[in-house]
């Protein structure tokens, strides 16, 4: 991506933040009619492009620039198709939505990580959220993570942790995120004690926290620690098949980086 390009993307952004949906328009729409800008960026614009449509409730309009994102994507084509799984459940479009995240868990070549997002969200996906407000944050963290706006995607989550209302499985994935946002910004130590608090907070999904907190420390090839929740994990008596094979799966990759 030239400078030219990425000043345009932090323009729009920034505008987008301020209010001024024209300015954040024209700036997106400059990206996707340069000819020097590469598919997968102009794909990205066009995702903006659907968000900027969607704060004026112009859901038609914005999920035309998601298939003019997916027309563009090439090696982000994934993420475009995710985004749009989750704009159609922020719409209440549950089943388009659940059939999209069901196809990507099909791919063969997902990392764990991926997997395990995916997985979340086609769970999130499956239930009509009991608070609409909560799922609308989760939408906007979303969208800002993707945007690399740490300060907007940290202030959606923030208000989703904060609220009241908001049941305690949905403060831990909104913990999650945050611990997501730390690590964008290589703030290790403050993401793990997101993920404390995901733990802290998490009730019927406290085995995919533990999960996720697990492959984030693999990440950063803390594997023993690692390989240790992924171990008591595999102890319980409840797991699915499925879910066993997932875990057994990770275990081993985590066993096999140790050794290197």
């Not at 995916?118 to 608070?131: D, G």
Request: glycine residues 2%; hydrophobic residues 45%; contains cysteine.
């Amino acid at each position: 991506m030239n400078d030219d390009v990425r000043e345009l993307f932090l323009r729009g952004a920034a505008e987008f933040e301020a209010g001024h949906d024209r300015a954040a328009r024209a700036a997106f729409q400059q990206i996707v009619d340069r000819a020097d800008v590469a598919d997968d960026d102009k794909a990205m614009a066009c995702t903006n492009l659907a968000t900027v449509c969607d704060r004026s409730d112009h859901v038609d309009q914005a999920l035309i620039w998601y298939d003019r994102a997916l027309a563009f994507a090439v090696e982000r084509r994934p993420l475009v198709e995710e985004r749009r799984a989750m704009y159609l459940a922020s719409r209440a479009r549950y089943t388009e939505a659940v059939d999209i995240l069901t196809r990507l868990l099909q791919a063969t070549d997902l990392e764990p990580a991926d997997r395990l997002r995916l997985e979340r969200n086609l769970a999130e996906a499956q239930r009509a959220p009991a608070n609409n407000a909560v799922h609308k944050l989760f939408v906007r963290g979303a969208a800002a993570l993707d945007g690399r706006d740490a300060a907007a995607a940290t202030a959606a989550f923030q208000q989703i942790v904060d609220r009241a209302d908001a049941a305690d499985d949905d403060k831990a994935m909104a913990c999650i995120n945050l611990a997501t946002v730390c690590d964008c910004m290589d703030d290790v130590g403050q993401a793990l004690i997101w993920y404390n608090q995901a733990l802290a907070f998490a009730v019927e999904r406290r085995q995919f926290v533990e999960e996720s907190r697990a492959i984030y420390l693999a990440s950063k090839a803390r594997y023993v620690e690692a390989i240790d929740i992924q171990t008591r994990l595999l102890e319980a008596t409840d797991v699915t098949p499925a879910d066993r094979l997932r875990l057994e799966h990770n275990l081993a990759e985590f066993q096999h980086r140790l050794r290197k």
